[in-house]
Nanobody, 115 residues
């Protein structure tokens, strides 16, 4: 079991930046992958980015070139740096920890991008 707590969301104008943080209640090093997902208003949850325990990253097409996922195992924290934000990035952002058949989720943090 692990508890994940996201922070860093808020209201930002288009073109601005935010950095989301996801802190784990215990070591995240053992998880195969950590990720960020989002749920836009009225839509299903979608993948934004993932990072493996080895540091390999994957980005959804919508995030590529604008977002950067990173992890600090010593701090049990995963980050999502979001630049050049667009109104279409408005969503609740969720942190995920994945290991084998187990998935853990945070409570989410709201990101709102105004035009």
């Amino acid at each position: 079991q692990v508890q994940l707590v996201e922070s860093g969301g808020g209201l930002v104008q288009a073109g601005g930046s935010l950095r989301l943080s996801c802190s784990g209640s215990r070591s995240i090093f053992s998880f195969n992958a950590m990720g960020w997902y989002r749920r836009p208003p009225g839509r299903q949850r979608e993948l934004v980015a993932t990072i493996t325990s080895g540091g390999s990253t994957y980005y959804a097409a919508s995030a590529k070139g604008r977002f950067t996922i990173s992890r600090d195992n010593a701090k049990n924290t995963v980050y999502l740096q979001m630049n050049s934000l667009k109104p279409g990035d408005t969503a609740v952002y969720y942190c995920n920890a994945h290991q084998s058949v187990e998935d853990y989720w945070g409570q989410g943090t709201q990101v709102t991008v105004s035009s």
